[in-house]
């Protein structure tokens, strides 16, 4: 009846008329488009239609994927709950990753950025909704936040601060919006190592500028202890006489900046002419015309066969099927960064890596491997590819069917993970070069910590219908694909040969890298 108060209450599983809604621990990702209505101004119906698409094709997959329910939208923004903080943090990263790729074809200035705020609470669960100080701590750490980056609060930063391979500035305590203690903020870093380096730079520039305001003044001090330059004699002038005229503004730039040609980016090591020498030698390609040298990877031919595939360990891993694999080769190692920024220094690559050139290259996406077979492939004149699912599993096994390619025990010294060697090494940021630990029975190295390993398949949560002829397995529309190796991170269950994983095809990480492979010519 009009005017009439009523409680509202959600359906059974949610809370009934006999009592309260029901209470959980939940973590919250709140999500939301930073400058909306500057978007809306320029182009309102292209900037719905952009949201709608993102939130369909992106924000909602994601959010499944990683274990999360959508509860709302809110026109540009979003809020979800999962059981498990670390994938909570895990989608919010994924979100602004791939967000970055999608700005990559607008103008700047209609680049949209989500800002991402988690928080982990005792919420309220209704039948469409959610409620409490929870959800209102992750959208006021979502206010905060800077565009394309996600804030987490303290209680999510306790439970994941060693379950994910990220870095975490610490912002302090903060006093948010109706919320009534301090909230002690951190913000994910996805490339820590990245940050450190940018870090580093300022801390750097800021002694430099420091050092030199010091000399600056030392420099002035001294210049006054001279006879007759007294700084307060400078400073009155003598009475009647006449101050020269400041120089014009054009001969204080002339004089402090004279016109010089700018100066040119140097070229990566492999693409540098060499200077001509004395005698006569053959003309050298200039600078625009050289062109980086390839190192191919090193290739071991394997001679294929058949192995049972999969293990009953993880569900992942079952059933366990006869698979038969063709011939093929495979990297002998993983990519390194050497061969990584041979190809961005051809322009064919997104990024230079960072680290040792023996190093195995990181932080690659499996968009990111793609592109460099592609420039591989046109460079060597070969067709060289990720290599299967099935034959990455064929490979690492060495025809062995233990539970490592060595045995059924763990062995010290035999993979780069966590607990496979020393505790002092462990805690290292980077993997080893490749080839540090010892061969498996087909010659190949490191399979089996390092870096992860992206193959080619799509991601399918176990084997049933998987093909038997050690194919690819894809499909039509694929939002992951299979990793396998384990990492430097990850503990000595990952790195045995039938462990598997995934992730999202467009999105980098920090332990991710990859191998070649060559079908039998």
């Given amino acids: 009846m009009p005017g009439e108060i009523r409680q509202i209450y959600p359906e059974r599983g949610g809370g009934s008329p006999q009592g309260p809604s029901p209470r959980r621990l939940a973590a919250i990702v709140a999500g939301d488009i930073a400058g909306y209505s500057r978007l809306m101004n320029i182009d309102e119906e292209g900037t719905h239609a952009r949201v709608k698409r993102i939130l369909r094709d992106l924000v909602e997959p994601t959010i499944a994927e990683h274990q999360g329910r959508l509860v709302k939208t809110t026109g540009d923004g979003f809020i979800a709950i999962f059981d498990s903080p670390v994938e909570a943090v895990r989608s919010g990263i994924v979100i602004q990753q791939s967000m970055i790729g999608r700005n990559a074809s607008v103008p700047q200035s209609q680049a949209i950025l989500y800002r991402i ?100 003044i030392a420099a002035a001090l001294w210049y006054t202890m001279l006879p007759g330059h007294s700084f307060l004699a400078e400073r009155a002038p003598t009475p ?198 010892k061969a498996n029975p087909f010659g190949l190295f490191d399979m089996g910590g390092g870096v992860d390993q992206w193959v080619e398949d799509c991601w399918h949560r176990n084997y049933q219908g998987a093909p038997a002829d050690g194919s690819a397995w894809m499909d039509a529309e694929c939002l992951s694909h299979v990793i396998r190796s384990g990492s430097w991170k990850n503990d000595a269950s990952y790195v045995r040969p039938a462990n598997r994983d995934h992730y999202d095809t467009g999105v980098r990480y920090p332990t991710h890298g990859f191998r070649v492979a060559l079908s039998a010519s």
């Avoid at 992750?138 to 987490?152: C, K, S, T």
């Avoid at 503004?249 to 020498?277: D, I, K, R």
């Avoid at 051809?346 to 960072?354: D, H, L, Q």
């Fill in 240 to 437: 009647g006489a006449v101050s020269p005229a400041p120089p014009k503004p054009a001969e204080s730039v002339a004089a402090v900046a004279p016109s010089a040609a700018p100066p040119q980016p140097a070229l990566p090591q492999a693409a540098t002419p060499q200077a001509p020498s004395q005698t006569a030698s053959p003309p050298q390609p200039s600078p625009q015309t050289a062109m980086p040298s390839v190192t191919e990877p090193e290739m071991q031919r394997l001679a294929g066969g058949s192995f049972a595939m999969g293990s009953n360990e993880d569900a992942s891993e079952k059933p366990i099927h006869q698979v038969t694999i063709k011939p093929f080769a495979l990297g002998k190692f993983p990519v390194t960064v050497r061969q990584w920024n041979e190809c961005a220094a051809a322009s064919a690559c997104p990024f230079m890596a960072s680290g040792e050139e023996n190093a195995p290259v990181a932080n690659v996406s499996w968009n990111d491997a793609k592109q460099y077979l592609v420039w591989l492939a046109q460079a060597t004149h070969k067709p060289y590819r990720l290599p299967s699912e099935a034959e990455w599993e064929y490979a690492a096994r060495g025809g062995t069917q233990t539970k490592y390619w060595w045995g059924d025990q763990l062995q010290p010294g035999m993979a780069n993970c966590k607990n496979c060697v020393s505790v002092a090494s462990a805690a290292t940021e980077l993997p080893t070069h490749v080839g540090s630990f």
């Fill in 117 to 216: 705020g988690v928080n982990l609470g005792d919420v309220i669960m209704d039948a469409n909704d959610v409620f409490g100080d929870g959800v209102n701590v992750a959208v006021r750490l979502e206010g905060i936040a800077n565009p394309g980056q996600v804030y987490i609060s303290g209680g999510v930063y306790e439970q994941i601060k060693h379950k994910l391979v990220c870095g975490y500035q610490s912002l302090g305590d903060k006093q948010v919006k109706n919320i009534t203690d301090p909230v002690r903020v951190y913000r994910v870093l996805p490339d820590p190592a990245a940050f450190m380096k940018a870090q580093k730079r300022r801390e750097i520039a800021f002694v430099m500028l420091a050092s030199a305001v010091l000399l600056a």
